[in-house]
Structures are given as C-alpha cells and as structure tokens.
DNA sequence: CTGCTAATATAAGTAAAACTTATGGATAAA
DNA sequence: TTTATCCATAAGTTTTACTTATATTAGCAG
C-alpha cells in the first residue's frame, strides 16, 4: 500500500478547492468551514511536499502539480463513485428517467403520469423523449419504452403492450362521409405512418409502424382502390393524430396513441376491425441498478396502469 | 462532491483486506492492529449498507459486491499513486534503471559505469538489457538508450551519439592476410550484423543496422567479389564483436561496440574509412519523472562522457 | 474426541485527525 | 481611505482511527 495513500482524506478538500479556485465555495460545497479547507490543504502540501496551490489576489490557482494531481484525482474518485454506485441500492424515493419516443411521450406517457405521482409522491419522474434508445445500463435514464423488440446485453426486456392497429378519424369526418361500412373508407384521404428507414423487415427498436393501409383492407375483406390518389404519409404517429384531430381524413393508428382520444370523444373508431396481434412495445431496464427499487414501483405501476 | 467520499479513508483497510482475503495479512501490510482493520471494514460495510466480506473458515472472502468495490478501488488507488508520482520530486540519491539493448549494455555502457560509481556513490545503477523499447513513462526505468528514433509521446528524446560504421579484425587477421589496402578485404570471411526483422525501411528503434558490406565496399571505390562465399550474418552486436576477437574474419562494426577493444589493443581498425553519419542511438526519458533529478545527474554524466 | 493454534469479532480506552470559532493579514473594489 | 472579501493561523472541540484485552469461531493434530 502507497504510504501516501494514508493521507488520502485530505484530497476531499484538494479537489473541492481545485475545481473552485477557491476555498470558501470549496468549503461551502463541503458544508465544512473555510478554515478546515485551508487547514487540509496545507497539511496535505506539507505531506507531498509540494505546492499545490498559488494565491492569486483572492483566489487560489492551481499550480501546474496542483493542476496535475487535481487530474488524478478527478479521475481516482470519479472511479470510487462509480464503483459505490454498482454495489449500493438507492432507496425508493428520488428521481426517476423514463425515455420512449416523443409521440409516446407526447400520446401516453405523460398523460397518465399525473396517476404515478398522486400515488407515489416522493417518485419524481423525469420524461425523456428519444427518437432512439438510449442505454439504460450506462447512461442515467432507469426505464426505456420503445417500439419493437431488440437484444440489448445485461439488461431486461419485456413486453409491455401488444397493441392493435385500427383506423380512427374525427367525429366531423364520420358524420361527413357517413362511414356505416368499411368500403367508406375509399371516399376518405387515408392517412399512414410509416417507418422512415424504409425497411419493414428489420430487427429492432423501429419507428412507427410496420403495418399499411393494404394490410388493414385485407383484413376487412375489401378491395383497397387501386388508383387511390388521397392518401397521405407521416413519420410519427404524433403526426397522424393531430392531422385526424385537425379532421383530416382517417389515420390508420396503433391504439395506445389515441386511446385517449377515443375515450374522450375527440377521435372515433368508426370500424371493430383491427390488426391484431398489432405493434410490440417493449419495456426496458438495468436490474443491477441502483435505482431498482424506485423502477420496481415504477414498472409495477406501469403494468398494473395497462389491465386497468 | 459524492457524500460517500467522506468515509474515504475506510477504503484503505478494504483494499488490503481484500488483496489479501485475510484481515490478519491487512494488517500486517499496513502495520496496524488486526483490530482495527476489522472495524474499519465494519464501519465501511454500515455506511455503504452493503455486505463486502463473507467468513469461509479463517477468511474473508469478498461478496460478489465486495469484489465490484474492489475492482474500482484498485483502479482508484492507482490512478491516485501515479498523480503523486507525477508531482513529488524524489531526490538525487537513490535508483536509477537504465535500459538499452544487451549488446550496448555489455559492449558499451557497463564497462563505463564503474567511472560514473565513482563520482556519485549515492546512485546505484541498475543495467535492464532488453532487446526491445521500455516504456519510461509507464514503468520504473528511469532512462532509455535505444539505436534509431521514435516519436515517443511525453518523452524526452535527444541523440545521444552518431556512430560511424567501419569494419575491425583481431591483430592476427590483419598480419595472417596483410590487409594494408581495402582490396585486400576481399580474401577474408565478412561479418555482417543484420536487423532481423529485414526492414530496412522500418522507422523506429530497431537492431542492430542498416547497413552492409555493399556500402562500405561503395564508399570505399573497389569491386565487392560478386560471389563471394566467406560470409557471415549475425543479428546481434555482441555476437559480431565475439567472433572476430575469435580470430573470424572481419567485422563491419559500429564504432561504439567495439572502442574501447580497439583502445586495448584487442581489436584493430585496418582502415580509415567510416560509413558517417552513421547509427544513431538517442536517449530517452521521461521530463516529469519523480526521479529527474537523479536522471540529469546521470544523463549530463553521459554527454559529458562522450566528449571525452 | 480433546486440546491447541489461528483467525476474526467486540468492547473499552487512547491517540490522531478533522473540524470549529475567533482573529489577523492580504487583496480588491468603491 | 474605507469596506468587503478571501485566505491564514491559533487554540480548542469533536470525530475518527487506532490500541489492548478478551471472546468467539474454525481448523488441525494426536
């Protein structure tokens, strides 16, 4: 053992100081007296031998030793904190970050989360919208929602929602067009989200839809107008709610986005004709973080939230 | 500043007692009572609410926990020792490594040393022959002197000596075949030290040369008998210098290798004519080194030497 | 199986380190 | 020049790291 290393408490104030260029926010950061930092610093010059710091007016400038000690040191305790943070369980109650994709975010997650925090309070939970997944093993998000299915190593998957896919138009454009039967359908502008890679057979994590208008008209049993010009294509299902909303024709929508909707009589689903089993959504996370027992109520929750 | 950093100096008994798996052997290494090393883990172990060690008879075997801990603490610690290295400044007496190729260390620099012992009695020198490059910045060798030249990130580099390539015999060749004129070469066995890796391109410290009979017979205006069947290669120095002492032929040698036989009379330099500028060997080390000052004591020695 | 040795655990006490409060000195700004 | 801000130092207090003594557990040999 580095008999230097026996002195290793006094780097605390070292690196405080250091960052600072100053002792008294070193001191304040520490919630310890401006005097005990002094104090440490000159003890742990006085052990090295060598002089840390330089005063300049006021403040307190690095040396260029002090500057590369700070260096190591920065680095030493970076380690020791992420080495803490493997082996520790952090207690349920703190913050939270879920990510899933912005229409996800937008459509399901948020609404509901008023829910969460009238039940768990000391839970604060923070949405991080993502066009794509973020690493919930090395990164500080705890909870991931994405579309899709895709083997990310050490950390657990599981199926979230198997969610139908259904046409949904605004009441306006149902009384207009008079959409008693399916064939009606041909009369509207048809609105589809697509998956913007182009490329329906890939695995993975993809955004939005691996379904189509030809799809849903096989399912009805009718024929699709073959020379249909009144169509049109958006990327996120965000877009093709708020176009429906805006009673522009009818969206071929996966259900969790307009659940809502729906309930609240904004969109109607005009048909009981729906792709099923539809869009997979996967629910993330890392079992060996800190933070599993604050995502444990989380994911509960969540699972309990979806049979209601 | 991560508020697990005020029980730093907990990890200090961790870390031996986890090396060891004993907190007897612990103790013993750091010279405190066994005592005290199994509070201090217990102290470690309720502030991180973790369990780190597990009793298996007389041991103490690491959880799985423990070992995660251990792994950062390792790392830590010495990343920690290397800052201290950086900045302290040891003092000139003491150990000094210094690394170069076998035959430079035999040939060339241990017959020296006894002169350099002689003025510094207080620096022990410790000769590494190593047939490659090592690394001065990242191991305990204090000086490297290497044939060519590397850049060589955060080193000092300097050459050290420029040395002429000319061909040496015993006494006895030089009476048995009468060489008094270059042409005369042509009736003995050639020597000729090869670098084994067969690049003469390469760039960098390599061995032993990069040049030949061919240049010498070149820079001396005569005819190299095409088909000449006396030849020898040999991939080291030393081993070139060993076989004409044996009376073998004669040596296209670098000057350096064979000086200080020639000053005795072991050797003989039949001809003056030398391949110049010929090898380069430089010197290097590292600036921010505890030892510099140790290391300018050694290295302002050898310049010095070499103007004599 | 018994007795002994080796190793860790725990309790009480001591020594050293980390901190506080009070005050002085230096620098910057008005 | 005065005032405010920041670090340095001294003396005292609190906390942590260590000691010694003893208890407990495990391993080994006869």
């Known amino acids: 053992m580095d008999k230097r290393l026996r002195h290793i408490s006094l780097l605390r104030c070292f690196d405080a100081a250091a960052r600072h260029q100053s002792y008294s926010l070193a001191a304040e950061e520490l919630s310890i007296s401006q005097a005990a930092v002094s104090q440490q610093v000159r003890n742990l010059e006085e052990h090295v031998q060598v002089k840390l710091f330089s005063r300049e007016g006021r403040a307190m400038r690095l040396t260029k030793q002090g500057k590369t000690l700070s260096n190591s040191v920065t680095k030493a305790f970076s380690e020791l904190s992420l080495g803490f943070d493997r082996i520790q369980i952090e207690p349920e109650n703190g913050v939270l970050t879920v990510t899933a994709s912005p229409s996800f975010c937008s459509r399901w997650l948020v609404p509901r989360l008023w829910k969460f925090s009238s039940l768990y309070p000391d839970i604060q939970v923070r949405a991080l919208a993502s066009a794509q997944y973020e690493d919930v093993r090395h990164s500080e998000i705890d909870v991931a929602i994405r579309q899709g299915e895709k083997q990310v190593d050490n950390v657990h998957q599981e199926t979230l929602i198997l969610d139908p896919i259904f046409p949904v138009c605004s009441p ?25 890679t182009c490329n329906k057979a890939s695995n993975g994590f993809n955004s939005p839809n691996g379904f189509s208008w030809h799809d849903w008209f096989n399912l009805a049993g009718i024929p699709m107008n073959q020379d249909h010009h009144k169509w049109m294509e958006v990327t996120t299902w965000e877009m093709g709610i708020n176009a429906v909303l805006s009673g522009h024709g009818i969206f071929l929508t996966s259900g969790c986005m307009a659940q809502d909707l729906i309930e609240s009589g904004a969109l109607v689903k005009p048909f009981d004709i729906q792709i099923e089993p539809g869009l997979k959504f996967s629910l993330l996370y890392d079992e060996e973080s800190p933070r599993i027992a604050r995502i444990n109520v989380f994911t509960d929750w969540l699972k309990q939230e979806l049979q209601n």
Chains 1, 2 share one sequence.
């Open 172 to 196: 306006k454009v149902l009384e207009e067009h008079g959409l008693t039967s399916p064939e009606h359908i041909n009369k509207c502008w048809l609105v589809e989200a697509i998956d913007h």
